[in-house]
């Protein structure tokens, strides 16, 4: 059977940065923009995200539309006879799955928290009441399930119509929402009155910021953020280059997505820091910004729960634009491997995503006392270090190590593929960096993850 194709390349881009585009960038990239030094930061980020991320996001797509298969096969289809190459498809398959366990979870309370901000179930309480609303939800493992559980199905659901008609089409519409939602709240968020202290905290470059934090911690700041933000390396991205023809040049497209990546990171600092120092609030990372700081600001604020309901709009479109992008990569390894139909694939995928998700669930309440990773830590941080800190890295490192070596498809098929069509083409003299300095970077980055988490 012919593999279904994208309708357009915008469907092809915005399904691409959709998947790109999440929570963890959404809520981590401002605050550490902020903590070390502003736009300066910024340009330290952008210097990286082209040097570390652009190589493989190239190679994800060259690998998925050279093979026209998803991670599960296409090293196989690729590599040349004789060669092994298995632990690919075992981190892309482990590395999609993992990062749904915990990610339906956070998606959920997106939603809850959109529903509870509409029916304004946050007006007139005070910060410790907002505080004690976040704790309820946590300790009640009957809602939280309830959420995960919608999550699933939605995101199932669109995947089931297939990927003309579910996909791409829901994903585009979901992605345009998901941009002018942004630039409204934006342009609100820097009007509002004493939010231009805010916005000078995260634009201005503060160069004794970057002093103070250390030159060291700044750079390598940036390098980790610059390799997370896209979830490069468990074929998540591969997919969608096995949906797409030979009309285009791969290094465009990955600018492309990289962009608008970028984009959505950086103006949900110029929604968050006006609004948060206008109304006297210091931002801090992870969810307590989110769930905590805000709702005290859109309490504050004129119209605070129709802005609050629109942030949390903004802030589910981008959490379910990587769900349903995931969940079509985990479809394509079902039907890749057994064979089987799209329908049944979403079936028994949905059951059993569903079950693989309640640890998460349940580790905020029922389960509260395991602490894998010492005190403090729960079971969606140590879901969320398996992917962050191993299954990405070191999956991005097969993809290098295959598209650059003769044991694995070798540089010279993948410039080939990489550079059939029109438009950005990926140099040759890159082959140097891509084999040998991107690799020690990227080990840099695995080995300094583990020394940050338990040094």
């Not at 994208?6 to 940065?17: E, H, P």
Request: aromatic share 14%; proline share 3%.
């Amino acid at each position: 059977m012919e593999r279904e194709k994208f309708s357009s390349r915008l469907g092809f881009i915005l399904i691409s940065a959709g998947c790109a585009i999440g929570l963890g960038n959404v809520w981590r990239f401002p605050y550490i923009v902020g903590e070390y030094g502003g736009a300066a930061f910024v340009l330290i980020y952008l210097l990286f995200l082209v040097a570390l991320g652009l190589p493989v996001v190239v190679m994800e797509f060259a690998v998925g539309r050279a093979s026209q298969k998803s991670a599960a096969l296409s090293f196989e289809v690729l590599k040349p006879k004789g060669s092994r190459w298995p632990w690919g498809r075992y981190i892309a398959i482990a590395g999609n799955y993992l990062l749904m366990m915990f990610y339906t979870t956070v998606a959920g309370w997106m939603l809850l928290y959109f529903v509870k901000m509409l029916m304004g179930d946050f007006r007139g309480l005070a910060a410790e009441q907002v505080a004690a609303e976040f704790g309820g939800m946590l300790a009640d493992p009957v809602l939280m399930m309830a959420m995960m559980v919608i999550v699933v199905l939605l995101g199932f659901a669109v995947c089931g119509m297939g990927l003309q008609n579910g996909v791409e089409k829901i994903t585009k519409v979901m992605m345009v929402c998901l941009l002018l939602l942004m630039t409204v709240l934006a342009g609100h968020s820097m009007m509002i009155k004493g939010g231009g202290v805010g916005l000078e905290f995260y634009l201005k470059p503060d160069f004794s910021r970057v002093r103070e934090a250390g030159v060291g911690e700044v750079v390598f700041a940036a390098l980790g953020q610059s390799f997370f933000t896209l979830s490069i390396g468990i074929g998540a991205l591969a997919i969608f280059g096995s949906y797409i023809g030979k009309e285009k040049r791969l290094a465009g497209e990955a600018v492309s997505v990289m962009c608008l990546d970028t984009l959505v990171a950086f103006m949900a600092g110029l929604i968050i820091f006006p609004a948060c120092f206008a109304y006297g609030v210091q931002p801090d990372a992870g969810p307590s910004l989110i769930f905590i700081t805000l709702p005290n600001v859109f309490n504050h604020m004129a119209g605070g729960r129709i802005w609050g309901g629109l942030f949390f709009l903004f802030m589910s479109f981008a959490a379910m634009s990587t769900v349903i992008a995931v969940f079509q990569n985990i479809v394509s390894f079902a039907t890749d491997l057994t064979g089987c139909t799209v329908k049944k694939a979403v079936v028994c995928n949905a059951a059993l995503m569903i079950l693989l998700s309640l640890p998460c669930v349940l580790g905020f309440n029922v389960w509260s006392g395991f602490a894998p990773l010492g005190e403090g830590t729960n079971v969606l941080d140590l879901e969320d270090f398996l992917v962050s800190n191993n299954l990405l890295p070191l999956g991005s490192l097969v993809y290098l190590l295959f598209c650059t070596t003769r044991y694995g498809w070798g540089f010279d098929k993948f410039l080939a593929e990489a550079n059939a069509g029109t438009g950005l083409k990926f140099p040759r003299w890159a082959k140097i960096y891509v084999s040998y300095v991107l690799p020690a970077v990227i080990l840099l980055i695995f080995f300094q993850g583990y020394w940050a988490k338990f040094s």
